[in-house]
């Protein structure tokens, strides 16, 4: 939390709220510390009740919608059942994506005279080097 404040900040700070709590800041700093101890309490209880409730083990992040639900209602059938049409479209679409890429890359290297290949080796009648194809900017697309 006060990873970005230096050494002077932090003197700043402190000496910002002796001034304006004085002699009362022992007991703010004790009352604050009181109420975090409270607050993760009943964070800790609400838990407890939840899993007594639901008869099963509870942690915090079982408490997100997803992760409750995969836990408590799917059984793992359901979910390889659920995950198994969506990992067969994630894998055609990498598959997908790593030939554009392959191509585009391809292309590249054919394009770029500087790079020994078919096109740069390429002539024309008159013997000279073929020119390098133009693309367009992004401003004459639009």
């Given at each position: 939390?006060?990873?970005?404040?230096?050494?002077?900040?932090?003197?700043?700070?402190?000496?910002?709220?002796?001034?304006?709590?004085?002699?009362?800041?022992?007991?703010?700093?004790?009352?604050?510390?009181?109420?975090?101890?409270?607050?993760?309490?009943?964070?800790?209880?609400?838990?407890?009740?939840l899993?007594?409730?639901?008869?099963?083990?509870?942690?915090?992040?079982?408490?997100?919608?997803?992760?409750?639900?995969?836990?408590?209602?799917?059984?793992?059938?359901?979910?390889q059942a659920?995950?198994?049409?969506?990992?067969?479209?994630?894998?055609?679409?990498?598959?997908?994506?790593?030939?554009?890429?392959?191509?585009?890359?391809?292309?590249?290297?054919?394009?770029?005279?500087?790079?020994?290949?078919?096109?740069?080796?390429?002539t024309?009648?008159?013997?000279?080097?073929?020119?390098?194809?133009?693309?367009?900017?992004?401003d004459?697309?639009?």
């Amino acid at each position: 939390m006060f990873e970005n404040l230096n050494v002077w900040e932090v003197g700043a700070l402190l000496l910002l709220a002796l001034l304006i709590f004085g002699d009362r800041l022992p007991a703010v700093i004790s009352d604050g510390l009181r109420m975090v101890r409270n607050l993760r309490a009943m964070a800790r209880n609400a838990t407890t009740d939840l899993s007594k409730e639901l008869g099963t083990d509870i942690q915090l992040e079982d408490l997100h919608p997803k992760a409750f639900i995969r836990k408590h209602l799917l059984s793992e059938e359901d979910e390889q059942a659920i995950r198994k049409p969506l990992q067969g479209m994630y894998d055609d679409l990498r598959s997908d994506v790593s030939n554009v890429q392959k191509d585009i890359k391809d292309v590249a290297t054919a394009a770029d005279p500087r790079t020994p290949g078919p096109a740069s080796t390429a002539t024309s009648s008159a013997g000279s080097a073929a020119p390098a194809p133009r693309t367009a900017s992004y401003d004459e697309v639009t």
